[in-house]
């Protein structure tokens, strides 16, 4: 099974700073058709999951463009350029190439 | 808009079944792949299983295997959960979602379980 690695899982912010949040596979995630199967997630407090970034690096529909995915292969990198204080809440990846699933940790990001 | 309304959530005693809906509308059900995921009280999301478009292909995380079955109505736009043998550790709050490409592109509120003598 593939497990998905986060650090750190807890990262205080300064609004206007930028964060970055890591998460590493046992696997490669980089599916025969180019695509990496890694998706992110943010949950804020007392919600449910969002979807922000899918296949590594696309921004979901009305995600700000100050979230940014990179990554391949079994490094992935979740970056916001500039925190702004509706960013706070848990971040996860999640592996999506094979069955079982899996999330990572999570990352919980609150403000200093 | 699309909409997942999960329901079915209880207080349960060890050892005993819940079964778990989830009422979708906004989009064409038949159409997409879903799945649970679950998330135990203060701790992280947990993939619970996912099942195609009509039902032929399942799958279940591991450790749940002959205890939860992921289940569809088509006609009546509606996934199901059938959870048996409960245990302590399955109590949360469980997620329906709807898949994206191999994502997670829409989710439900949660309906919560609660494992307890």
């Known amino acids: 099974d593939i497990v998905v690695t986060q650090s750190p899982l807890s990262l205080p912010v300064t609004p206007g700073e930028p964060a970055s949040i890591s998460c590493r596979s046992s696997?490669?995630?980089?599916?025969?058709?180019?695509?990496?199967?890694l998706d992110w997630y943010l949950q804020k407090p007392g919600q449910p999951p969002q979807l922000l970034i899918y296949?590594?690096?696309t921004r979901a529909s009305g995600v700000p463009d100050r979230f940014s995915g990179s990554g391949s292969g079994t490094d992935f990198t979740l970056e916001i350029s500039r925190v702004e204080a509706e960013d706070v809440g848990v971040y996860y990846c999640l592996q999506a190439l094979q069955h079982p699933w899996a999330f990572g940790q999570g990352t919980r990001v609150d403000i200093k | 808009e699309v909409q997942l309304v999960e329901s079915g959530g209880d207080l349960v005693q060890p050892g005993g079944s819940l079964r778990l809906s989830c009422a979708a509308s906004?989009?064409?059900?038949?159409?997409?792949?879903m799945g649970w995921v679950r998330q135990a009280p203060g701790k992280g999301l947990e993939w619970v299983a996912n099942?195609?478009?009509?039902?032929?292909?399942?799958h279940h995380m591991e450790s749940l295997k002959g205890r939860f079955t992921i289940s569809r109505d088509n006609a009546r736009n509606t996934l199901y959960l059938q959870m048996n043998s409960l245990r302590g550790e399955d109590t949360g709050l469980y997620y329906c979602a709807r898949h994206g490409y191999n994502n997670f592109d829409s989710w439900g509120r949660g309906t919560l379980v609660t494992v307890s003598s």
């Open positions: 296949l590594g690096s």
């Open positions: 906004g989009f064409t059900f038949s159409s997409s792949w």
């Open positions: 099942i195609n478009q009509d039902g032929t292909e399942k």
């Open positions: 696997q490669s995630l980089l599916h025969s058709n180019g695509y990496n199967f």
